[in-house]
């Protein structure tokens, strides 16, 4: 039978992956995405090759009630949706938490209440965060954690607001909680520049050296293909639903400081960098570091402060040692992660090979 | 990074024998400072970060004060000016140190004519009378300047055999560059260090200094000095614990540069070192005096009882330019 899904977020790294792969494994599917600008959906089209044919564009923005989809459009999705892959967000943790609500919280609100009217629907595949159990520290087990540890930032209180949502729908969800994507895949490559990239980009340039967290804390990443090859598959499996999966490394997550020491090994490969004879940046307390953020607030230098400010919405992560439970996951998948060591490396290297920036055949 | 370490090896080492420093007349508040456009950062900001007071010289010059530091030290401790083998000097050079700090620009022109041999250095052995003392001077060390110089002096007293070795730094802070050095706030003063071969008392057990060159510019890498000032730091004042012989527990002072308190706060933290074992009291008195803090601090420390024979006492400096210094003293 033929399947109708709309997908949210389909310009993004984990939604577009997502549709890829699921327009790749089912050749009778077909594809609703929703898409803010529909002039440069169209313009880019020619990326998605013979699969373009079977995705229809529909204007809209979850932001704002009914999505903004013009009513003939959202009779036709209501007919013929059976499943919806949630994948649109702001992920930049920096914003103010109304902003954050707004793309995340309010947007998975007006998502459902579209979902709620779709008479077909069989499953809403929420893409979520790992980090959405904020400051709790230890073992994150994948059920709702509560809001009692507090969060890092806006971008992780938001989505945890949006997962309660979700629960609570009525429809017949599955929630996805990737950790952070450090590239694609084994090959290092990255495709969207985010928080982790930003930060490491500060201390190659010497702009910080020092850090909150422990060397033995774990820290987990994960690749861009594992997350996507994940929803694919679970999105219309049925053992899924009602289910939370973390998308992680889990307990083969590396340690904060084995990561650190590999940037830095990589780094000084560019012998001109090495002659500078930066100091490797070293970790401390969150108290410690919480006074040195302060003493670079107050004293004002528009540069660092900025730097020291962007830095503070993601790395007290890192103080905060926990492990993703992964038992979803391990149960539901017939494919586990790749190895960190398999791909950090290389993705630092791209990183340096493309000035930080994305590789050239994806920004092309 | 260049990185040099000298580390004890006799039981008799090298030890100070005797400090004593001299500040102008002229002092300046904080908030008089910020009034005169002399910060970068607010009053608030200062005072928040423990200065309150810095000394200002006006009519004096640097060679003024060195002269009187160093005349002060041999008189208090009665020392034979002849006795004296050695003088380094660390400080204000050729004809600017002549110049009072009103008249620094004519000083600071001299450099260009035949006044740029016009010695600090060689003048104080003349008028100190330390006839069989050589002299020379060390520069570009900025506020580790004096903790070099006694380093260097202990290693010329173990190698040489030289007696007794005076160590002088006399730094006015340009007077075109206001009164703030990256959130501190400076001061104006003079300071003389005698070094003796052998002593049981306030014995150098050891000294590292790291040099990192790429800071040179110091305008142009501002905030990557501030990065790298802690990190760099934490792993000096580590060396110098540990080629001491001593254990992080085994530290009962550090006397810092007075630089902000919440600097030293941030690097008492980084480096497991605890607040309580930092002796501050000289920051908000007399703000950061460039290469004299250390020795001011430990003369002041010492006469106050605070610091007790045998407790071990780590000195640290950072020096723009840039330059990380710590030197491990038994008192």
């Not at chain 1, 977020?9 to 089912?26: C, F, H, K, S």
């Not at chain 1, 040195?292 to 540069?303: L, S």
């Not at chain 1, 586990?336 to 630092?348: F, K, Q, T």
Request: include cysteine; proline fraction near 3%.
């Amino acid at each position: 039978m033929t399947q109708t899904i709309l997908v949210t977020g389909a310009t993004g790294l984990i939604g577009g992956g997502v549709l890829q792969r699921m327009l790749e494994a089912d050749a009778d599917l077909t594809a609703n995405v929703l898409v803010r600008d529909e002039l440069r959906w169209k313009r880019d089209l020619h990326r998605w090759g013979a699969l373009g044919s079977r995705i229809t564009a529909v204007s809209g923005d979850v932001r704002v009630p009914g999505m903004g989809i013009e009513s003939g459009t959202r009779s036709r999705i209501v007919d013929e949706v059976s499943t919806i892959v949630h994948a649109a967000a702001n992920t930049r943790f920096s914003q103010a938490l109304e902003e954050a609500r707004l793309s995340n919280t309010v947007g998975t609100s007006n998502v459902l209440e579209l979902a709620s009217q779709c008479r077909a629907l069989t499953r809403f595949a929420f893409v979520s965060t790992a980090f959405v159990s904020g400051r709790a520290t230890g073992m994150v087990p994948e059920r709702d954690n509560g809001a009692e540890a507090g969060w890092v930032n806006s971008y992780e209180q938001a989505k945890y607001e949006a997962e309660c949502l979700v629960r609570s729908s009525g429809t017949s969800w599955v929630i996805f909680r990737p950790t952070t994507i450090v590239c694609r895949g084994a090959d290092g490559v990255v495709t969207q520049v985010n928080g982790v990239h930003r930060a490491l980009r500060i201390y190659h340039r010497g702009l910080a050296a020092m850090m909150p967290g422990a060397r033995e804390n774990m820290f987990d990443v994960i690749t861009g293909d594992y997350v996507c090859d994940a929803i694919a598959t679970l999105a219309f499996d049925e053992k899924a639903a009602g289910r939370t999966v973390h998308l992680c490394s889990g307990k083969c997550a590396p340690r904060v400081g084995d990561l650190l020491d590999t940037a830095y090994d990589v780094w000084e490969q560019d012998g001109e960098w090495k002659r500078r004879g930066l100091s490797r940046a070293i970790l401390t307390d969150l108290a410690t570091y919480a006074m040195f953020e302060r003493a670079v607030i107050d004293t004002g230098d528009a540069r660092l402060k900025s730097l020291i400010s962007s830095l503070s919405h993601f790395v007290p992560q890192l103080a905060l040692p926990k492990q993703f439970d992964t038992s979803a996951a391990d149960e539901l998948l017939a494919f586990a992660p790749p190895p960190v060591s398999e791909y950090w490396g290389r993705m630092l290297e791209n990183l340096i090979a493309t000035g930080w920036g994305v590789a050239d055949e994806v920004a092309a | 990074m260049a990185r040099s370490t000298t580390t004890g090896t006799t039981p008799n080492l090298p030890a100070i024998a005797g400090i004593s420093y001299v500040f102008p007349e002229g002092s300046r508040t904080v908030r008089q400072m910020a009034d005169d456009g002399l910060l970068q950062s607010s009053a608030e900001t200062m005072e928040s970060f423990g200065f309150a007071r810095v000394h200002v010289a006006v009519a004096e010059s640097p060679y003024e004060l060195a002269l009187s530091a160093a005349r002060d030290l041999l008189a208090e401790k009665d020392i034979d000016p002849a006795s004296i083998g050695l003088v380094i000097y660390g400080g204000t050079p050729g004809s600017m140190a002549f110049a009072s700090a009103t008249d620094a620009a004519e000083g600071a022109a001299g450099l260009c004519t035949s006044r740029r041999f016009m010695y600090p250095g060689a003048r104080l052995q003349y008028d100190l009378g330390l006839s069989n003392a050589w002299m020379f001077a060390v520069d570009q060390l900025a506020c580790t300047t004096l903790l070099a110089a006694a380093r260097i002096a202990r290693s010329l007293c173990i190698t040489e055999g030289i007696e007794r070795a005076l160590c002088v730094s006399s730094e006015f802070f340009p007077a075109k560059a206001g009164r703030e050095a990256i959130f501190n706030c400076t001061s104006d003063a003079a300071c003389a260090v005698l070094i003796e071969r052998t002593g049981a008392r306030n014995q150098l057990r050891s000294a590292t200094t790291v040099t990192k060159g790429y800071y040179w510019d110091v305008d142009g890498l501002r905030d990557e000095i501030v990065a790298s000032y802690f990190p760099t730091a934490r792993h000096v004042l580590h060396q110098t614990i540990a080629d001491a012989g001593w254990s992080l527990d085994d530290v009962d002072w550090i006397i810092p540069h007075n630089v902000s308190m919440r600097s030293w706060e941030i690097l008492a933290g980084l480096a497991q070192l605890p607040r309580a074992r930092l002796w501050t009291d000289n920051i908000a008195r007399h703000g950061h005096t460039l290469a004299g803090d250390n020795f001011i601090n430990y003369r002041d420390a010492l006469e106050s009882g605070e610091i007790e024979p045998g407790q071990r006492v780590l000195l640290f400096s950072y020096g723009f330019g840039a330059h990380w210094t710590g030197v491990a003293v038994e008192a």
